[in-house]
């Protein structure tokens, strides 16, 4: 292998990781905001608004993971995905 066949290799491996590590932060806030919601609804009916705000945090968690599935899925290179991921997207 070439050197410059190495170089991309490790280039996309690193990209790979940085895309699941924002994959892993978007479901870890997904999967704590929805154990806080579950484990503590009765303190959530009293202030309908931050449950809301709460459901709110989880949809838009889950909505840029998802795109990035999707990107992922359509076959775009990593790099690309990644940086549709920022936030702010």
């Known amino acids: 292998m070439h050197q410059r066949d190495e170089m991309l290799l490790a280039l996309e491996d690193t990209t790979t990781a940085v895309v699941a ?10 999967t704590g905001t929805a ?3 579950l ?11 931050q ?3 709460l459901l709110q945090r ?3 968690q889950a ?8 990107d992922l899925a359509r076959g775009l290179p990593p790099e690309v995905a990644s940086t549709l991921a920022a936030p702010g997207r």
Do not use: C, K, Y
């Open 51 to 53: 449950a809301r705000q």
């Open 35 to 37: 154990t806080s919601l």
């Open 63 to 70: 909505t840029m993971a998802s795109g990035v599935l999707e």
């Open 21 to 30: 590590h924002g994959l892993l932060n978007s479901m870890a806030a997904v």
């Open 58 to 60: 989880i949809l838009r």
């Open 39 to 49: 484990d503590h609804w009765e303190l959530f009916t009293d202030d309908p608004q």
